[in-house]
């Protein structure tokens, strides 16, 4: 029987201390008082947030949902006008799945 989840928590939030990779699995919009975007991804350990911001919101546009993604923290950057910022470095990879439910497809890309 399946395991019981409780509504409206998507799971642990990032840190950005360490690469997070997992299988993206939802974009949530308009969360908090800034109206941001979260992206939830299935990792081996639980189901993460990443909050989003200019850089993560950008790279994630073009990501599929279902897709395995991988995320390092770059650190503070100068930007061409001289504003600082956070970079994120987003890699993905499409991964034949028709359910991100799907647990053999997560076992053969180590998530499971």
Request: without cysteine; proline residues 4%; negative net charge.
């Amino acid at each position: 029987m399946a395991e019981w989840k409780t509504a409206g928590v998507a799971g642990d939030t990032w840190d950005k201390s360490e690469p997070v990779q997992g299988v993206y699995l939802r974009k949530e919009e308009n969360v908090g008082p800034n109206k941001s975007n979260i992206y939830v991804l299935k990792t081996k350990t639980a189901d993460v947030t990443v909050w989003g911001g200019t850089v993560i919101d950008s790279r994630f546009q073009e990501i599929p949902t279902g897709a395995e993604v991988r995320i390092t923290s770059l650190g503070v950057t100068t930007g061409k006008t001289g504003k600082e910022y956070n970079d994120f470095k987003v890699e993905y990879r499409e991964v034949p799945m028709t359910d991100t439910s799907d647990e053999q497809t997560l076992q053969d890309i180590g998530l499971l």
